[in-house]
């Protein structure tokens, strides 16, 4: 067990949970987090929702459960040699993405399109309702009411919300913050201006690292790119010039297995010796201090911020555009739109529990995109078969074997 630093978040002290509750015997508060996150529905429906590839192409790519527990050991890797809480920075890591939609960022895009009118679509604020609202499995409350570090964590691992004017900030200046996190904020004070904790930036930069590394390894598995085009990528071309010094005439399978692993090893070291130095500079003693510093303490070098830039702009431009996916995707947006205009118009298609209770055209907006955003793949082709059988999605034919789940 790694030995804590000051600055880490300490489960003794933590400011506790909106509803509360007796202590484990057995557990700290953040280990009891995280086991929650895993027992929740919306982490299992994780192992059916996609990241780019939509879930038909092939068993072998990532899925947002695969991808959560990949950003989950990377977040631990981080955590333990900088002294930090792993089971809050694990908790983070589990929690990150249950908020998504079915079909990745193009559910994602289409929900938001679908919601202009009624202040849009947000991951993360849809994370923050799945936790604390629509997950309903304890007889005294709605969500998982896990503490506040790790409510926080989730809203804020991206950086503060506001300045302390309480005006917008970062991602969020023009947009505004997600109405969803204004309103529990009232009633549960995550001090949005704020940074989060350390274990916080530790999981959200182990996203980065985990998403730098696989989305390669899966472009590279669906041949939407070669290993030569990632010779002039920086940190990414020398690796690869040493794999093939070092292990001449192995085949290309190895030798990007062998690429991806030694790139997270140095992303990890990399973003462990930026912190220490960080840390060292600004010397917070407490949580409380990595809050206040102003910027973050757990980052990338510049060089590796710069490459992490030049990974992502391969990625975009070789991966995330190309026209294979870019096709598939066009298509999971139209499912994603007509079951919103659907179930808007006739929400007594949605199942009772979903259909009930709503007053207001920005209550039954939100609560179709809850429904939405909750289900898988499957589910969201099944339904879109089930309202319009006389039309079918692109990949909707390929797609129909696999078992529906619901929301």
Request: hydrophobic letters at 40%.
């Amino acid at each position: 067990m790694n030995s804590r630093a000051p600055y880490a978040e300490n489960p003794a002290a933590s400011r506790g949970r909106l509803h509360p509750e007796p202590p484990s015997a057995s557990r700290s508060p953040f280990r009891r987090d995280a086991d929650r996150i895993i027992h929740s529905t919306a982490f299992r429906r994780l192992k059916h929702k996609t990241q780019v590839f939509v879930f038909h192409e092939g068993d072998h790519y990532r899925t947002r459960l695969t991808h959560t527990l990949e950003v989950t050991q990377i977040a631990r890797a981080l955590a333990r040699p900088l002294g930090l809480d792993e089971d809050l920075a694990e908790a983070l890591a589990l929690a990150h993405d249950l908020g998504h939609p079915p079909f990745g960022h193009a559910g994602e895009r289409a929900l938001d399109a679908c919601l202009a009118d009624f202040g849009g679509f947000d991951h993360n604020a849809q994370t923050l309702r799945t936790v604390t609202a629509t997950e309903r499995r304890y007889p005294n409350f709605d969500g998982l009411n896990l503490t506040w570090e790790t409510l926080e964590g989730i809203v804020k691992h991206n950086g503060p919300l506001t300045g302390p004017d309480g005006k917008p900030a970062g991602k969020y200046r023009e947009s505004g913050v997600p109405q969803a996190i204004l309103d529990f904020n009232a009633a549960y004070d995550l001090a949005l201006w704020s940074h989060a904790g350390a274990e916080a930036q530790a999981a959200a930069i182990a996203d980065d690292i985990a998403y730098d590394a696989h989305d390669l390894d899966d472009g590279l598995r669906a041949d939407l790119f070669a290993l030569g085009d990632l010779s002039d990528v920086p940190v990414i071309g020398g690796l690869l010039r040493e794999v093939r010094d070092q292990y001449p005439g192995i085949d290309a399978a190895r030798v990007t297995h062998e690429l991806v692993r030694r790139l997270i090893g140095r992303l990890i070291e990399d973003v462990v010796s930026e912190s220490t130095r960080r840390v060292s500079a600004a010397a917070p003693m407490s949580s409380d201090e990595v809050r206040a510093a102003g910027t973050a303490v757990i980052g990338f070098s510049p060089m590796m911020a710069s490459t992490d830039r030049a990974i992502k702009e391969f990625l975009w431009t070789n991966m995330y555009r190309h026209p294979r996916v870019l096709g598939v995707l066009t298509d999971a947006e139209e499912v994603v739109r007509k079951l919103f205009a659907r179930f808007f118009v006739q929400p007594q298609d949605m199942p009772g529990e979903w259909a009930q209770g709503l007053e207001g055209t920005d209550a039954r907006a939100r609560r179709v995109a809850d429904f939405i955003a909750g289900m898988t793949d499957g589910y969201a082709l099944a339904e879109h078969d089930r309202l319009f059988p006389k039309t079918s999605a692109g990949f909707c034919d390929s797609a129909r074997s696999q078992k529906p789940t619901k929301p």
